[in-house]
């Protein structure tokens, strides 16, 4: 009898409620300060933080000051507009690698070095 592969689970650090990857979105903090960039394939290293994609979550991140303190460096606009476009974009049914796929990251961010 073969078992089905277990699916990765991560925490939403708004709601604290432990979904599949695939459903949240990545945001990743540098190891030497700056700011924290939208990282949708998972491969850019530094402290990783995931938030839902219900437009609650998001934005609860962005008016809560509580919220704020959580992440050990500052969240600027343009990745709060991302996470805005990522909440009504992509579609939950589809498969991880489609969703990371349609999670477009602006060039200006996408070539930070972290």
Known sequence: METAPAVPQRKCVVCH??????EL??????VRGGHIVPNPQ???????YYV???????????TDRK??????CRIDD????????QVTAPNISE?????????KVPSELAT???
């Open 25 to 30: 979105l990545r945001l990743a903090a540098p």
């Open 42 to 48: 998972g491969n850019t290293g530094g402290k990783g």
């Open 112 to 114: 930070q070095k972290l």
């Open 95 to 103: 498969s991880p690698n489609q969703l990371r796929a349609t999670a």
């Open 52 to 62: 839902c994609r219900e437009g609650g979550c998001v934005a609860k991140l962005r």
């Open 78 to 85: 343009e990745t709060y507009n991302w996470l805005s476009q």
């Open 67 to 72: 919220m704020r303190k959580v992440f050990s």
């Open 17 to 22: 409620q432990l979904r599949p990857r695939s």
